[in-house]
């Protein structure tokens, strides 16, 4: 009857002991302010740039259309994939980095967004009734130029390189972590085992 006791009291004292040291892995995970802007940043860039495909299909549309204004199609058609090209960068696919190097930089695709803002705003078309669509140009051009020298200035100032730097900290991190709250699962295992082996 005294063994009965002692197991349930032992199995008492692994849960307690359990809770604790679990409580003891997950600390209270800080937000790196840096990491957070440069995401913001990102999506905004983004949005800008399929703001900018959004805008070059609306044109390359139009010059089709317009038959006498095939180049101008074509040319709005190359603007359409390299701006595609700048929202892949955006979501840092390994696969887009891994191949194309130059965008791993922030100089560099600071650079491929500035050219494709100057793509998307050349050879406008001024005429009364595409008011709208020219001031969605202007937007889409200016904003994501403005994207782009923030790139080139933050690029220069290394501020890539020290997002990424943080970004290998939070992600070694996160797996030491893990790796302690597998090894945490795997000593309360052991634990019930030996509760039930001495019951």
Excluded at 69 to 98: H, N, P, Q, S
Excluded at 126 to 136: D, G, P, T
């Amino acid at each position: 009857m005294e063994r009965g006791g002692e197991g349930a009291a032992a199995g008492t004292t692994a849960a307690a002991t359990a809770a604790s040291s679990s409580q003891t892995i997950r600390p209270g995970r800080r937000v790196d302010p840096l990491l957070v802007t440069c995401r913001f940043f990102s999506v905004v860039t983004a949005l800008t740039a399929i703001l900018c495909i959004v805008s070059n299909v609306i044109a390359a549309i139009r010059s089709f259309k317009n038959k006498s204004d095939i180049f101008d199609g074509i040319f709005r058609c190359y603007a359409v994939v390299i701006a595609f090209f700048v929202v892949l960068a955006e979501t840092e696919w390994e696969f887009i980095l891994k191949n194309w190097k130059v965008l791993e930089y922030w100089a560099g695709r600071g650079m491929l967004q500035i050219f494709v803002a100057v793509m998307t705003r050349a050879f406008p078309a001024y005429s009364v009734e595409q008011r709208e669509f020219i001031l969605l140009q202007e937007a889409a051009s200016y904003l994501l130029l403005a994207c782009g020298a923030v790139y080139v200035v933050s690029g220069i100032l290394c501020i890539g390189f020290l997002k990424r730097a943080r970004e290998e900290k939070e992600t070694s991190k996160d797996r030491v972590v893990k790796d302690l709250q597998e090894l945490e699962r795997q000593k309360q295992e052991l634990e019930q085992l030996l509760i039930s082996d001495s019951v």
